[in-house]
C-alpha cells in the first residue's frame, strides 16, 4: 500500500535529497567509518583514500539501472534478440580471425573453447567497443552507499577496487566500467579481476581493458577456475510429454544441476543420448508462442557463474553456436 506524501513531507524529501548530492560522500558517518576500516585492514593513507572518495559521485541513474536489469525486465524471445543479432554474430567471426592464435592457446592451457571465450566478449561488450561509460568509483560507491539491497556487496567489491588499483598502479577516479562497475573486455568486477585476470602475453602487467591477449586468458581462466569441464553439451533441447505440474515446479527454478536425466525422463522429459546419470537442470524459455524445454549439463552451470542468469548463459551458449557455424562456412 502506497502513502501520498504531504506537500510538506515532499519538500523536506526534496530538499534533503539535493543537499545529499552536493555534499561529498566524506561527510557521511558510514563513509567515515569505512575509511577507517580501509585504513586499518589494508594500510591505505587516510590523506590519498579522502581524495578519491572525495570525488565520487552519487549517480541516481545508476541506481535506477540497478532495480531493472534486462534478465528480469525480458523473456527469451526479446532477450534473444539484443544478443543474437547478425551484428554480434558478424563480430564473433571477426573477433575470432584476429586473435585466433591467443584463443588456440587458451584453449590449451585452460581448457576452453575459442567460441565460449568469444561469445562472452560478444555479449559483455560487442568484442571490447562497448566496455562502460560510467566511473567505477561513482558506480560502486553509488551501489555500496546509497543501494541498501546490494550494499554489502558492493562495499566489498569497492574495497576490492581501490586494493586492485593500486596494486595494478592505476589512478581509481579515471577507470571507467559498467554501472556495477564491470570493466574492460570481458567485465571483470575487481574482485573477478584480482582473483581471476592473468597477464597472457607476459609483459608484467594484468590489462584488461586495453589488451586482448590478457582479456581472453583472463575468461578463459575464469571458466577454467569455476569448473569447466568441455567434453560434454552445455545444454540440448528436449521435448516434454505433457507440461505437468511437477515439470513446471522444477523448470527454471536452481541453477545448479540437481536432477539426473533418468530423473527427467520419469518424469516426461524425452531425452535421446546424454548418459542417465548426467546431472542436469530443466529451462523453461518463452522463446515465441510456444515455450521452449531445454536440459542444462555441468557447462551450462559454470556459464551463470559469470553472470548469474539462466537467458544470459543461453545467450552466450547459442551466440558461441552460431558464431562457429557462420566461421566454418566462411573458411569452407
Ligand atoms: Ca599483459
Known sequence: MVKPFSLLA??????????????SYLKRADVGAYIDELIQQHGFSRQELEEVLAAAERRQDIIDLMRRPAERRLNWHEYSKIFLDEQRIAGGVEFWQQNRATLERAQRKYGVAPEVVVAIIGVETRYGRVTGRHRVIDALMTLAFDYPPRASFFRKELTQFLVLAREEGKNPTSLMGSYAG?????????????????????????????NRVDAIGSVANYFSRHGWGGTTEVTVPVRVKAETEQLLE???????????????????????????????????????????????????????????????????????????????????
Open 10 to 23: 515532499l519538500a523536506v524529501l526534496m530538499i534533503s535529497a539535493a543537499t545529499v548530492n552536493a555534499e
Open 182 to 210: 564491470a570493466m574492460g573486455y570481458g567485465q571483470f568486477i575487481p574482485s573477478s579481476f584480482r582473483n581471476y585476470a592473468v597477464d597472457f602475453d607476459r609483459d608484467g602487467v594484468r590489462d584488461i581493458w586495453q
Open 250 to 332: 522444477i523448470a527454471n527454478g536452481s541453477l545448479k544441476p540437481t536432477h539426473s536425466v533418468a530423473e527427467m525422463a520419469a518424469m516426461g522429459v524425452i531425452v535421446d543420448d546424454l548418459d542417465p546419470e548426467a546431472r542436469v537442470l530443466l529451462l523453461r524459455l518463452m522463446g515465441g508462442e510456444m515455450p521452449e524445454y531445454w536440459l542444462g549439463l555441468n557447462d551450462f552451470y559454470v556459464i551463470t557463474r559469470y553472470n548469474h542468469s539462466r537467458l544470459y548463459a543461453m545467450a552466450v551458449y547459442r551466440l558461441g553456436q552460431e558464431i562457429k557455424k557462420r566461421r566454418k562456412r566462411a573458411i569452407g
